[in-house]
């Protein structure tokens, strides 16, 4: 008995370890092209999808260059996820490179864009962004952000597009998970609906003289247009853009009328011009900000809900 026994368990070892290979490959292969869409992602698609994230935490998705591994993923990936609205301008090339003949989703398709610049805090229309139809060229990834402001995901509320549109994407893949893909969605919208409500609550409150911020680049436009904050960037929407000198000189005369409250340094930039411009005009450096990238599971912005809670303390810190 004890040998039969002996020779099941051998048996039964073998089975498990042969079927493992098969489980993984049964999930669903998915590519989130940076940080914050592969924290949407994965907790929307949880152990039925096995997702690949090609730019990581503190990673420039502006300026990423494509390697020989995020090639690989986006060919065996049955689902790519992307921001759109030009924020990948490398994706394109990506995709042929690639041959991906997966489903491409744009996470911000049904969102109407802001206008680059502070056009919103002007309150100027926003400006009307032709639908996207999935196609790398149409989506306009080969080329920059031009005068459309990609960064929705800076806005709780059109995080809940983001969701949407991903939990989508996934159940129309993956049909059997297709529950499970809604259940998480629906508890990550409330998370989202919450910190909407808080935040509107703390700095949507604060008074408006007190709200006008200085950053290293123009990414928190959709932020700034919720909360009602004024955000000055030094760079534009992207982070490969230089501030031209009449810019500049613009920027030092609203921080010396006062008209800047405090400037922030983003955690993918460069902290040395910014602090060199504080230096020489005397006004408050606040705490990093998370922008357009997460940090490492160990520091205080991981996932996308507490980004929002790291900036909401720097930002309260900072203004009051």
Request: aromatic share 6%; with cysteine; hydrophobic share 45%.
């Amino acid at each position: 008995m004890t040998r039969l026994l002996t020779k099941f368990s051998a048996l039964l070892a073998i089975c498990l370890a042969l079927a493992a290979p098969a489980l993984a490959d049964d999930k669903l292969k998915v590519v989130a092209t940076f940080s914050i869409l592969g924290d949407l992602t994965g907790k929307i698609g949880g152990d039925a999808i096995d997702l690949t994230t090609l730019v990581g935490p503190d990673e420039d998705a502006h300026a990423f260059d494509p390697t020989a591994d995020a090639q690989r993923a986006v060919a065996g990936a049955k689902v790519l996820v992307a921001n759109g609205l030009g924020f990948e301008p490398w994706l394109g090339r990506l995709i042929d490179a690639a041959a991906f003949k997966g489903v491409l989703v744009e996470a911000t398709r049904g969102i109407e864009p802001l206008a680059s610049g502070d056009a919103a805090h002007e309150g100027e229309e926003h400006e009307e962004h032709e639908e996207h139809e999935g196609e790398a060229a149409e989506a306009g990834y080969d080329h920059d952000h031009g005068a459309v402001d990609p960064h929705a995901f800076q806005d709780p509320k059109l995080v809940l597009t983001y969701i949407d549109n991903i939990a989508a994407a996934l159940a129309a893949a993956a049909p059997s998970q297709a529950a499970a893909f809604e259940r998480n969605a629906a508890a990550l919208k409330q998370q989202f609906r919450d910190l909407d409500a808080d935040l509107m609550a703390t700095i949507g409150t604060l008074p408006v003289e007190k709200k006008r911020i200085l950053t290293s680049h123009d990414a928190f436009q959709y932020f700034g247009h919720a909360y009602g904050i004024a955000f000055v960037g030094v760079q534009g929407v992207s982070t490969d853009a230089e501030p031209s000198a009449q810019d500049l000189k613009e920027i030092v005369e609203q921080i010396r009328a006062g008209k800047i409250n405090a400037v922030f340094v983003e955690n993918m930039n460069d902290p040395r011009f910014v602090e060199t411009l504080a230096a020489d005009t005397g006004i408050k450096v606040g705490g990093d900000l998370y922008s357009d990238a997460l940090s490492a599971a160990d520091g205080p912005a991981s996932d996308l809900l507490s980004l929002f809670r790291h900036n909401q303390k720097e930002l309260i810190k900072a203004l009051q």
